[in-house]
């Protein structure tokens, strides 16, 4: 096995060879890589049910969280959601995986972060059930 490490000249320090510095640069791109691919994928997305909007203080680096409409009676929901009339007891899954299924393979799909919000308001349980379609229960699709 080769030594990681050889004495460069009469000095007693060691220097790495350059196999050991590709070795370690290439080892470093892929860990960055796999770490940008995973911050820019939407895996937090399908739970997450609010939007994060800037302050209103120009100076303040704070965020605050915006809600959506809860509505507490059928017909506050009849009128926050006209065109969701379909009514499923088979779904399960989070948002993300209904949209995907349901949703998203119609002709004039609604977009994700439309559906993600909407289905909140038009189905109040999902608040109580962590924002997952449970199987059995009624859910209100578009």
Do not use: H
């Not at 995973?38 to 997305?45: A, G, H, L, M, P």
């Amino acid at each position: 096995m080769k030594k990681l490490f050889q004495n460069a000249g009469s000095s007693n320090t060691p220097s790495l060879n350059a196999r050991s510095c590709i070795v370690v640069i290439i080892f470093l791109a892929i860990v960055a890589c796999s770490y940008f691919a995973f911050v820019s994928s939407d895996i937090f997305s399908p739970r997450d049910t609010s939007t994060i909007v800037p302050s209103p203080s120009a100076n303040s680096p704070r965020v605050e969280r915006t809600s959506t409409p809860n509505p507490t009676s059928i017909s506050e929901i009849n009128q926050l959601c006209p065109t969701w009339k379909t009514v499923r007891k088979d779904l399960s899954g989070t948002r993300y995986d209904i949209w995907l299924q349901f949703i998203s393979t119609q002709p004039d799909a609604m977009e994700w972060l439309d559906f993600k919000e909407k289905s909140v308001v038009c189905n109040p349980v999902l608040v109580k059930d962590g924002f997952v379609f449970v199987k059995g229960k009624e859910y209100l699709l578009p």
